[in-house]
C-alpha cells in the first residue's frame, strides 16, 4: 500500500453522500434472495456483476432499483446498514450521514416502519459495537410527484427523532428542485436539515443548483459540481457556507470523468467540498477509494486531504459536542503525521 493510500485509510473521515441501498454487494443481494426465496436471473457472482451495465444517471437508476427487490424485512435493512458500518468503520469513517430512499421500498409494499427500523437498529449497533457515529437522511425520490413526496414526508413525521434531515435524489431530467418547494419548506417547519442532489452535468445544472440556494435555501448540495460553471453560484454558495458532496467515482461511471480537477478548483474557491462514494458496491469504490482515485489524478497533497475531512466534519449535521470532538481527532491526526514527516 503506498504511503499516499494508508494515510487516506489512517486519516479519521466523514461520509455525508451515501446511499445505502447502493451499499448492496452482489454477495449480500445473493443472501437476501435465498433468504427470501426471490428468484434472481443469475447464477453466479460474476453474472450478477456483469449485468451491471450503465453509462449515465438513468441506465444505473434502472439497476440500482431493481437490485432493491431482495430487501423485505427489517433483517435484511439492519443487514444492508451493518455490512455498510462494519466496512466504513474498518476505514476509519468516523461518522456517516446515511440516505435512504423510503419510496423504492413502500411502492413495492414495504412498510416504513420496516425499512427505518432495520437501519435504526444498525445505527444503534454501530455506535455501540464499533464506535462509529450515523445518522440517517431521507431522500425524495424526484422522479415522482410532489404529493407522494409530501405523502411520504408526512409519514416520516410519526419517526421525525430517527431522521435528521431530507434529501432529494433519482432522476434529475425534467424534475428541478422547485418541483418540491412545498415538500421543502413543510421539512424545514418540522426541523429537518435538507439537502439536495445536483447531479454532474445535468440539463439546467446551473438553474438547479440557483434553486436549491434561492428558493429551497439548502444547506448542502449532493454532487454539485457544476457550481463552477457560475461565478456568481461560486460566490453565493462560499459566502453561505454550502457543503458539496463530491463523488469522484461515481461520476466516472455516469459522466465518463472523476471530475477531480474540479474538485481540486471547489476546494482552492474556498467552498466546502467533501468527497464521498454514493452508491459504492456499483461504482465498486468506497470513501478511500474515491480519495485515492481523486488525489491521484489531480495532485491533492495530504493537506488538501485533510481539509476535505475538515470540511466534511464542519458541514456535517453533528451536534456541536460531537463535531468539535471529531475536529479535534482530525487535528491530532494532522499534528501526528506532520511531526512524522519532519
Ligand atoms: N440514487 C442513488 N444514487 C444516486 C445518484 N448518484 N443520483 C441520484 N439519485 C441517486
Ligand atoms: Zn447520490
Request: charged residues 25%; hydrophobic residues 45%.
Amino acid at each position: 500500500m503506498s504511503d499516499m493510500t494508508s494515510f487516506i485509510r489512517e486519516l479519521p473521515k466523514a461520509e455525508l453522500h451515501l446511499h445505502i441501498e447502493g451499499t448492496l454487494e452482489p454477495e449480500l443481494r445473493f443472501k437476501l434472495a435465498a433468504r427470501n426465496s426471490i428468484a434472481l436471473p443469475y447464477s453466479t457472482l460474476e453474472e450478477m456483476r456483469a449485468g451491471y451495465l450503465f453509462h449515465d444517471l438513468p441506465s444505473f437508476l434502472a439497476v440500482y432499483y431493481d437490485a432493491m427487490s431482495v430487501l423485505k424485512t427489517s433483517q435484511d435493512f439492519y443487514d444492508l446498514a451493518w455490512a455498510y458500518l462494519e466496512r466504513a468503520h474498518a476505514e476509519n469513517v468516523r461518522y456517516a450521514e446515511i440516505f435512504f430512499d423510503p419510496q423504492a421500498h413502500t411502492s413495492r409494499g414495504v412498510a416504513f416502519h420496516t425499512v427505518l427500523s432495520g437501519l435504526r437498529n444498525a445505527v444503534l449497533d454501530g455506535r455501540r459495537l464499533l464506535g462509529i457515529r450515523a445518522q440517517l437522511i431521507m431522500c425524495i425520490l424526484r422522479d415522482h410527484s410532489a404529493a407522494y413526496g409530501m405523502a411520504t414526508l408526512l409519514e416520516s413525521l410519526a419517526y421525525r427523532d430517527l431522521i435528521i434531515g431530507i434529501g432529494l435524489d433519482s432522476d434529475e431530467a425534467g424534475n428541478p428542485p422547485a418541483k418540491f418547494a412545498e415538500v421543502f419548506r413543510r421539512a424545514r417547519e418540522e426541523g429537518y436539515r435538507l439537502t439536495m442532489h445536483c447531479d454532474v452535468d445535468q440539463a439546467g445544472s446551473t438553474d438547479h443548483i440557483r434553486q436549491c440556494l434561492d428558493v429551497i435555501g439548502v444547506e448542502r448540495i449532493d454532487h454539485g459540481v457544476n457550481v463552477l460553471d457560475d461565478a456568481s453560484l461560486v460566490a453565493a454558495a462560499a459566502a453561505r457556507g454550502i457543503g458539496f458532496t463530491v463523488c469522484p467515482v461515481s461520476n466516472r461511471y455516469v459522466t465518463g470523468e472523476l471530475k477531480a480537477h474540479e474538485l481540486r478548483r471547489m476546494l482552492q474557491r474556498g467552498l466546502k467540498v467533501t468527497v464521498n462514494s454514493d452508491d459504492p458496491a456499483y461504482f465498486d469504490a468506497y470513501v478511500t477509494d474515491n480519495l485515492v482515485a481523486a488525489a491521484a489524478a489531480a495532485g491533492l497533497t495530504e493537506p488538501d486531504l485533510v481539509q476535505l475531512e475538515r470540511n466534511a466534519f464542519e458541514v456535517s449535521w453533528l451536534g456541536p459536542g460531537a463535531k468539535d470532538a471529531l475536529l479535534g481527532e482530525l487535528d491530532r491526526f494532522e499534528a501526528a503525521a506532520l511531526s512524522e514527516e519532519a
